[in-house]
């Protein structure tokens, strides 16, 4: 986290700066585990971020170091750069630099010619978040958004925001080894302020939706449990295999080519386990659909229902949830919110609560008195608002 006392690019690096560049993290309004199912998804971009400082080096050495491990500095060349020698935070870096090499191929100019990082230059990275990490807000898309942004502009790529995003999902996939969606980089790159980003995850094609939160005074919570999850790992891992394992015995590619119709086959094909894995796919994919016409038609106050049934599908079909957070949304459910879920990836992390402005510290209040009573970890909760996608600085 940042801190008054954090180390600074120039007590570790000693280029010159050349830029800053910030890219937030995200919360997840509704659609969960739909991604990397080619569903539909909801976030919008908040107002907690990550920032880098970057250096240009004369060489084609990437260095990076960051607030939150002082004093360290990791090091990549550009000319041999290994998925494989990567680890910790510093992946989520230097792997960017190595999906982009394996990516731009794709990419041609105006001109019909190739973009690679042939000609590209060294950097020096200082990395600075105050995204909570293991929160589900995405604080690593918020790194990989950063810094894919700095180095399209310092090295000149002539590259889309969605081609950024895929690059990041591409990096996280392969370079840190987590199986996520693309829908986290889509975010951090698409958003904008009280917005959120409707994104169709099959086409990429992404809608910004009007959120109208303020006009109806209303706030979204997040209630970080400080429960710590691994997206890397087990259940992760176990519920995509779930999704696929279902798909292929409904004769698709994917789960996005099913809806609510096609549940009376499903339940008849499949295990029960199995069946409830696609069941929450499928209804979550509707919930979405639900909450974005909702907002059009009735505005913020009418989708609490669909975020609460949201969060049962998750707890129940998915079996995603902890007890932390499912005292999270029962405490804020019952003290005034309008509605409220877990959030992310699940196995820990955080739940937002869409709570009357006025209600705030009553439902603030009332989480962390029942979690004392739980004899849980007290719960970090704070108020975010929907905010613009990655940018460079000013000065």
């Known amino acids: 986290m940042s801190t008054t006392d954090s180390p600074t690019f120039n007590g570790i690096f000693d280029t010159e700066v050349v830029g800053r560049w910030q890219a ?31 250096g240009r080096r004369d060489d084609r050495l990437l260095r990076a170091s960051s607030s939150f491990e002082p004093g360290v500095v990791h090091e990549a060349s550009l000319d041999a750069l290994d998925p494989a020698t990567l680890d910790g935070w510093s992946a989520y870096v230097f792997g960017i630099a190595w999906a982009l090499a394996k990516k731009l191929p ?53 590259v889309t925001r969605p081609f950024l995003a895929s690059v990041g999902q591409y990096s996280e996939n392969h370079a840190v080894g987590a199986p996520t969606g693309i829908m986290d980089q889509s975010a951090s790159l698409l958003g904008r302020a009280d917005s959120a ?34 997206h890397a790992t087990g259940g992760y891992v176990e519920r995509r295999a779930s999704c696929e394992k279902g798909a292929a015995a409904l004769g698709v590619s994917s789960l996005r080519d099913l809806d609510v119709s096609d549940l009376e086959r499903a339940e008849s094909l499949l295990d029960d386990e199995t069946y409830r894995r696609v069941r929450h796919v499928i209804t979550e994919n ?7 016409r909702t907002l059009r038609e009735s505005g913020p106050g009418a989708i609490g229902a669909l975020l609460d049934a949201s969060h049962v599908s998750m707890r129940d079909d998915f079996e995603i949830s902890v007890p932390e957070l499912d005292l999270a949304v029962s405490t804020a459910q019952s003290t005034g919110a309008v509605g409220a879920r877990m959030t992310g990836g699940g196995f820990g992390g955080a739940a ?40 460079r600085l000013e000065g």
């Open 24 to 54: 937030p993290g995200r919360v997840n309004l509704i659609g969960e585990h739909t991604d990397y199912n080619d569903g539909f998804v909801l976030p919008l971009a908040i107002d907690r971020a990550t920032t880098i400082t970057v």
């Open 106 to 158: 794709e990419v041609t100019t105006s001109d019909d010619v190739a973009i690679d990082l042939s000609e590209a230059f060294g950097l020096d990275i200082f990395v600075d978040s105050d995204v909570p990490v293991g929160a589900g807000l995405s604080s690593s898309a918020a790194i990989e958004c950063s810094v894919a942004v700095a180095m399209a502009d310092l090295w000149n790529l002539d």
């Open 197 to 230: 980003v409707f994104l169709d995850c099959r086409s990429l094609d992404a809608e910004v939706i009007d959120l109208g939160f303020a006009p109806a005074s209303l706030e979204l919570l997040v209630i970080d449990t400080r429960v710590e999850h691994a």
């Open 286 to 292: 509707q919930r979405v659909l639900d909450t974005v």
């Open 352 to 391: 937002i609560a869409l709570v009357p402005s006025d209600s705030r510290e009553t439902v603030t209040a009332a989480v962390i008195e029942a979690f004392a009573t739980a004899g849980y970890r007290e719960p970090t909760i704070f108020a975010v608002h929907a905010a613009d996608g990655a940018h």
